[in-house]
């Protein structure tokens, strides 16, 4: 089934769909909580994805980090872990999807960082716990 179109109506119908195929996305640099990047942008044609960096420094959501978020042509893809310091890039393309500070890894990512937290505190204590009987822990 057809529906006729007025061509008068044409522009606004044109206008209504460009507006939404515009990307949106959350911008700021270099804050060090979520809270400060609350801004809407609309991003440029070229712009296809909305990017979140996250530099972090120690355990926890947001502990110790600093936070950018912008419109990008490309998706970097940053991931870096080295003990308690990261860097990591989310990337996502529709209308102000970059809200959250971290992407759907964040869990894992912390989860990461505690087991390997645990592991460097209790490696150094096995061969002491080793060397007593379990009766001595009761």
């Known amino acids: 089934m057809e529906v006729p179109i007025n061509p ?3 522009p606004v119908l044109t206008a209504q769909l460009g507006y939404t195929n515009a990307l949106y996305c959350y911008t700021c640099e270099w804050e060090q909580s979520n809270w400060s990047c609350l801004k809407a942008k609309k991003c440029s044609d ?3 994805y ?3 960096n996250v530099a972090s420094v120690g355990i926890g ?3 110790g980090c600093v936070i950018t978020k912008k419109c990008s042509e490309t998706c970097p893809h940053h991931n870096f ?3 308690l310091a990261s860097y990591t890039s989310y990337c996502c393309q529709t209308f102000l999807c970059n809200l959250s500070a971290y992407g759907r890894e964040s869990h894992a990512s912390v989860l ?3 087991c390997g937290l645990f592991f460097s505190l209790f490696l150094p204590l096995l061969p002491i716990l080793l060397g007593r009987g379990v009766s001595e822990w009761l």
């Open 8 to 10: 008068i109506q044409l």
């Open 46 to 48: 070229k712009d296809e």
């Open 50 to 52: 909305c990017v979140t």
């Open 61 to 63: 959501m947001c502990n």
């Open 81 to 83: 872990s080295l003990g």
């Open 112 to 114: 990461l960082h505690l």
